[in-house]
């Protein structure tokens, strides 16, 4: 072995070199040293079997070598790192052997994020299924079966640029705030020691200024007429009459509904604040009407209830695809939704005061004068933007919006 290291001729680790090798004569091996990274070094067989290895005297035990894995799975970048953390043990009188056994044993990302998961989001969050989903969708192939210790600030990077690049700015700036709340959290409970996320440059995002407009709202309507899920239906039609919230809305509990007052309770929103909701007239229709044809084996809990352990809907986004390609209307979010009404109660002459109160947006500039209302005028500007808005849909009166729900009954 030594006269092998010895014999071994140093060179730049890069690809290119790497490629140009030669193989050595069949039955034997050939071993490269990187200019670079001491003790990194690169074996190369008859086979073409290439391998990274770390070669280096460890006190009171003698030359020891630590293979690192084969290239080109591993790239030379992710070979030079880890001879580094070896190096880094041996100089803090580590056995590098012993360091790796640990490594094995070390979280990986999916065991993390599993934890932040039980343990913080569904505790915590009432968007905790967007975070599942974010992971399974964004984070699990690149990230799920790496080592904590072996996600750095460039891999969580190349993920921010990938989606980025596939036309999702605003999505990319989320998924890595995800990843900077996993590791955050996971500081705090000693799971880890550095957040990685840490330091990369976000998109720079515009305000969006979507709502439905007039000659879009009788094609939306119509399509909500011919939407058969019933539970789908009334939800979008809820979150357009009432501004709230989309998790809100999910997570509606009959209980918290008072049909002879025309409110809402939120007991705790986005904000962390509550908010009592302004049901009109069109609103307590839909939901007057859920209770007549409400099945016997349906759950009573929640307004739209659904099959998964939270007991009410979790993902509207196939329904909401459905209604957005029946109407032909694009680029339109469930959010905006909630700013439709807002839009249409600024129509209606309502003040940033009113549609601010109705919303229950919170900003410390606003919100002394926002607790001094009370709900007339918020109802009556709700009110007021529902009419101008079934109006402009060719719907004359509550009535008609019921029967959306019974076109297809």
Known sequence: MLSEVNMATRINFTKAA??????????KRTTYLDSKTAGLQLRITSNDIVTFSVYRRIKSRGPERITLGRYPDMTIEQARRKATEINSDIAND?????????????????????????RHSKLNKKTWAED?????????KPLGNKKLSAIDRSS?????????????????????????????????AGLCKTNPALGIKLNREHSRDRFIQGDELPKFFQALSDEENDIMRDYFLLSLLTGARRANV????????????????????NNGTPQTVTLSPEALSILRNRIRNRKLSEPTTFVFPGDGRSGHLIE?????????ERAGIDNLRIHDLRRTLGSWQARTGASLSIIGKSLNHKSPSTTAIYARLDLDPVRKSVNSATRAMMA???????????KINRQKA
């Open 156 to 188: 969580i990077a190349t993920i921010h640029s990938r989606i980025t690049r596939n036309g999702h700015p605003v999505t990319a700036n989320r998924v890595k705030a995800l990843i900077s709340s996993i590791f955050g959290w996971a500081i705090s």
């Open 18 to 27: 790497i490629d140009a090798l030669p193989l050595p004569e069949s039955g």
């Open 94 to 118: 580590l056995n590098p052997s012993e360091v790796k056994k640990g490594r094995k044993a070390e979280l990986t990302f999916s065991d993390l994020f599993e934890e932040y998961l039980e």
């Open 392 to 402: 402009s849909a060719g719907i004359k009166n509550s009535a008609n919006v019921v």
């Open 316 to 324: 509207p986004k196939k329904g909401w695809q459905r209604i957005l």
């Open 250 to 269: 999910l997570s509606m509990q009959w209980k918290d509904v008072n049909l002879k007052r025309g409110e809402w309770r939120i007991k705790e929103t």
């Open 132 to 140: 599942k989903s974010k992971f399974d969708t964004y984070l699990a």
